[in-house]
């Protein structure tokens, strides 16, 4: 009986990150519309193997977001909508 | 010189005065310790991610600034004892910064302004016209 090996073994595709990449996005705390794309509708903050960002932007990602907590342009937690 | 972003949100409810005495009194402690004062805009009421102090709504003031160390903690601790100031942050942007940098700074930020008013003037010749073509179906 042959088996189907589900493809969870893999890796997922490389991606590349987004602000190595042509768009030379600024990484900001003030910039909510750039950090949404980040955050879960949880307000969870999305790991890097998803996103596909390199390591050095994502802890700046994380940082931006966590100040944005702070100050409210973001939630917790909770929905990220209304 | 350090350069700073002071962020810090205010109560919604609370009158005009309150809000003039509050930006004086931060413009006052940056200035006594002989920082300059880059841009001090005013953001307006806006939703809150969460309740702070049971509030939903919240004025925001955003203020950049070249300072000591001295005067930042200062300002925080006016800010902590304040009962209208809900929240701040502040940020360190520079390390240093010289006089140049401060005058190069100046120009940047007015020019951001001067460019943003002028795109302004170019929506607003689009939207009287229609605000007007608006009235004219609200007449009928």
């Known amino acids: 009986m042959a088996q189907q090996r589900p493809q969870k073994k893999l890796f997922t595709r490389k991606k590349s990150c987004r602000f190595c990449g042509e768009k030379d996005l600024a990484i900001n705390y003030k910039d909510v519309k750039t950090l949404r794309n980040f955050v879960s509708e949880r307000g969870k903050i999305i790991p890097r193997r998803i996103v596909g960002t390199c390591a050095t932007h994502q802890r700046q990602l994380c940082e931006a977001i966590k100040q944005a907590r702070q100050i409210a342009f973001l939630p917790y937690s909770g929905s990220t909508q209304g | ?140």
Do not use: H
């Open chain 2, 1 to 140: 010189m350090r350069r700073y972003e002071t962020i810090f949100i205010l109560r919604p409810n609370v009158g005009e005065d309150e809000i003039i005495k509050v930006i004086e009194s931060t413009t006052q402690i940056i200035l006594k310790e002989k920082g300059t004062i880059l841009e001090m805009n005013r953001w307006g009421i806006k939703k809150l991610a969460y309740l702070i102090k049971k509030e939903s709504l919240g004025y925001y003031v955003y203020c950049d600034y070249a300072g000591t160390p001295a005067a930042v903690a200062e300002l925080e601790r006016k800010f902590r004892i304040d009962d209208s100031v809900l929240k701040y942050l502040t940020i360190k942007t520079a390390i240093s910064i010289t006089e140049e940098g401060i005058q190069e700074a100046l120009a940047a930020i007015s020019a951001k302004e001067t460019a943003k008013l002028e795109g302004e003037e170019t929506d607003s010749i689009d939207s009287d016209d229609a605000e007007e073509e608006n009235n004219l179906e609200e007449t009928e």
